[in-house]
C-alpha cells in the first residue's frame, strides 16, 4: 500500500476540515447557540478521528475524539458553555494543527497532550451519569429546534 499517497490526501482533507472547525468556532464564539456551528465542529472532528484512525495516526484519533465527544455534549446542552468552554476548543484546534503538521514534517503524528485529553473529558461522565437518571424524554434539550 502507498501510505504517501494517503497520507497526502490526509493531510489535504484535514487541513480543510481544520479551517471549517476555526471558522465554525469563531460564529461560536458570536453565537455560543448556533446549531450550525455546533454540528459543523462534530462533524468535521469525527471526519478527521476517522481519517486519522484508517492511517493509523493515534495521537490525532485519540484528540479529535475527545474533540468529537465533548462536542457531542455541547450538541445536547443546544450551546457551547459561557466561559472558558470556547477557549479550551480553541486549544483543541491548535494542538489537532500542529499534530497534522508534525504529519506533513516527518509523516508521524506525535502522541496528544494528556491534559488536554483530560481537560476535553472532565464533564462528561457527570452529564452521561444525570442522562442515566433522567427519563428519555427529558434526557432531550428542553429547547425545541425548528
Known sequence: MDLAKYRALFLEEATDHLGEI?????????????REAIDLVFRMAHSIKSMAASLGYDGIAELSHKLEDRMDRVRTAGRVAPGEETALLFRGLQALE???AAVA???????A???LLRELARGGEAADALKKKLPTSSARPLLRRP
Not at 514534517?105 to 502522541?111: H, V
Open 22 to 34: 476555526s471558522r465554525a468556532l469563531l460564529s461560536l464564539e458570536k453565537d455560543a447557540a448556533s
Open 98 to 100: 500542529r499534530m497534522v
Open 105 to 111: 514534517k516527518t509523516g508521524e503524528a506525535p502522541a
Open 113 to 115: 497532550d494528556a491534559e
